[in-house]
T-cell receptor
Framework: GAVVSQHPSWVICKSGTSVKIECRSLDFQATTMFWYRQFPKQSLMLMATSNEGSKATYEQGVEKDKFLINHASLTLSTLTVTSAHPEDSSFYIC??????????FGEGSRLTVL | AQSVSQHNHHVILSEAASLELGCNYSYGGTVNLFWYVQYPGQHLQLLLKYFSGDPLVKGIKGFEAEFIKSKFSFNLRKPSVQWSDTAEYFCAVGFFGNEKLTFGTGTRLTIIP
């Protein structure tokens, strides 16, 4: 199947700093990418839909000024957690939508905010 | 609001046992249905999906699922599990027939050799 890669896979940062997570579709073009957040022993919660060349669409309750999403090319979407706090510590997962209608998921990025 | 429920949080089976994991959703309209698997340390992978047509769908690795519209269910089955099936299984639903997926809480499956 197609490959979606996330970087970094694991990051630790100090409270108040910003962290950028990249999501790349390595062998297909993804006009749409999704960002999810997963808490321990809980399900994936959709945070936002990222469309190439346009503003992301955020789900209810997700602060768009805190979780900045940029989808500047057909193979790259970035999620920046601004002014991170310990409660932002979580597992962030992206997925890319191929033109076949199938979603491919990245490996996830674990963020720990101290 | 639309929701997805997986009632089995942790299932433990012996090898060769039969498996059925439950998935129910709440929505009366068009849905796309998916089962994903996450092996330890790996990313989510698609097991199978249902968009329309035959409600019994077959996926990879011997898994199958049956869409029962009247019960709003899409249960995952496998007649004989293997140790390598140990993983977390997620049911997901695309409400309104789109790609925005709502995931269930997942079921951890542990297979004992």
């Amino acid at each position: 199947g197609a490959v979606v890669s996330q970087h970094p896979s694991w990051v630790i940062c100090k409270s108040g700093t910003s962290v950028k997570i990249e999501c790349r579709s390595l062998d297909f073009q993804a006009t749409t990418m999704f960002w999810y957040r997963q808490f321990p022993k809980q399900s994936l919660m959709l945070m936002a839909t990222s469309n190439e060349g346009s503003k992301a669409t955020y789900e209810q309750g997700v602060e768009k000024d805190k979780f900045l999403i940029n989808h500047a090319s057909l193979t790259l979407s970035t999620l920046t957690v601004t002014s991170a706090h310990p409660e932002d510590s979580s597992f962030y997962i992206c997925s890319g939508l191929r033109n076949t209608g199938e979603l491919f998921f990245g490996e996830g990025s674990r963020l720990t905010v101290l | 609001a639309q929701s997805v429920s997986q009632h089995n949080h942790h299932v433990i089976l012996s090898e060769a046992a039969s498996l059925e994991l439950g998935c129910n959703y709440s929505y009366g309209g068009t849905v796309n249905l998916f089962w994903y698997v996450q092996y330890p340390g790996q990313h989510l992978q698609l097991l199978l999906k249902y968009f329309s047509g035959d409600p019994l769908v077959k996926g990879i690795k011997g898994f199958e699922a049956e869409f029962i519209k009247s019960k709003f269910s899409f249960n995952l089955r496998k007649p004989s599990v293997q140790w390598s099936d140990t993983a977390e299984y997620f049911c997901a639903v695309g409400f309104f027939g789109n790609e925005k997926l709502t995931f269930g809480t997942g079921t951890r499956l542990t297979i004992i050799p």
